[in-house]
């Protein structure tokens, strides 16, 4: 029994315990674009995410306080008591 019928022999009884499942490691290029993929994806969520926080913030803020006439002076009339 060589190498070759070794591997096969281990291909095939990997073959029933994992299924279609088993993969070779990756390959260093598909492994980085993978995580590139995956880290670009991470990044765009965590820039929607903020910009929802950011918006519902600022749609929920109270409008700003009207500004009141300038009061000027009143004018007070003093009525004497009613007589008893």
């Known amino acids: ?3 070759r019928d070794l591997e096969r022999e281990v291909a ?3 073959e029933k315990v994992a299924g279609s499942r088993y993969e070779e490691e990756p390959q ?7 995580r590139l993929v995956k880290g670009s994806l ?7 995410a903020a910009a929802t926080v950011f918006y ?8 700003p306080p009207e500004d009141k006439p300038a009061g000027g002076a ?4 003093i009525v004497p008591p009613k007589p008893r």
């Not at 991470?42 to 929607?48: F, R």
Request: charged content about 30%; hydrophobic content about 45%; aromatic content about 4%.
């Open 42 to 48: 991470a990044a765009l969520a965590a820039v929607c």
């Open 12 to 14: 095939r009884a990997l």
């Open 56 to 63: 519902t913030l600022e749609s929920h803020r109270l409008p």
């Open 74 to 77: 009143v004018p007070v009339t």
């Open 1 to 3: 029994m060589d190498d």
């Open 28 to 34: 260093p290029r598909r492994r980085w674009r993978n």
